[in-house]
């Protein structure tokens, strides 16, 4: 059965060029005209889709920025206190700017025992030279480089998927 199916859509095809080249001019300009609309069609959908892209993309940057936060030590003073909330699955990172043998003091209280904060240094997203996790949320340290070194704030992944709720304070010593 397949095969008869195939060879009759194959005639079929067959048949149907050799109309096209058989037929006059006005129905082959027909043809071509609806091709071109529909090539048309498809660069309008295209650019509505795109266009639908560029405003998701816009929402999710604006989302991110609003979960990383510059951290600006007030004039002369070497340290800060940030008190935040997190729920669920969210996280924070702050970013602070060190320069290269600097020393850091980093440490938060909070009140849900599943939440902590990483240190990942400049340049990293992921690997991270502290984990809060297994240090009782407290850092000390002399920085390995100069630029951003970026503090995650978040709730270990099963308190975020029960969507538990985290206050805490982060303090920030750099000098």
Do not use: H, W
Not at 132 to 143: D, L, P, R
């Amino acid at each position: 059965m397949k095969n008869y199916l195939r060879s009759t859509i194959v005639i079929m095809t067959i048949l149907m060029a050799f109309s096209f080249i058989s037929c006059k001019q006005e129905t082959k300009d027909k043809i071509k005209d609806a091709g071109n609309a529909v090539v048309e069609e498809t660069k309008e959908g295209s650019e509505k889709v795109v266009d639908g892209v560029k405003d998701a993309a816009e929402e999710v940057a604006a989302e991110v920025s609003e979960m990383t936060k510059r951290i600006k030590f007030d004039s002369g003073e070497s340290s800060t206190r940030i008190k935040g909330k997190i729920t669920g699955e969210e996280y924070i990172d702050y970013l602070v700017n060190v320069d290269k043998g600097q020393n850091m003091n980093i440490s938060m209280a909070t009140d849900n025992s599943a939440n902590y904060f990483n240190i990942m240094e400049p340049g990293e997203e992921y690997v991270a030279i502290f984990n809060g996790s297994t240090a009782e949320n407290q850092f000390e340290g002399t920085s390995a480089k100069s630029g951003d070194y970026t503090i995650r704030v978040y709730m270990m992944r099963s308190a975020g998927r029960r969507g538990e709720v985290a206050n805490y304070t982060l303090e920030i010593i750099v000098d």
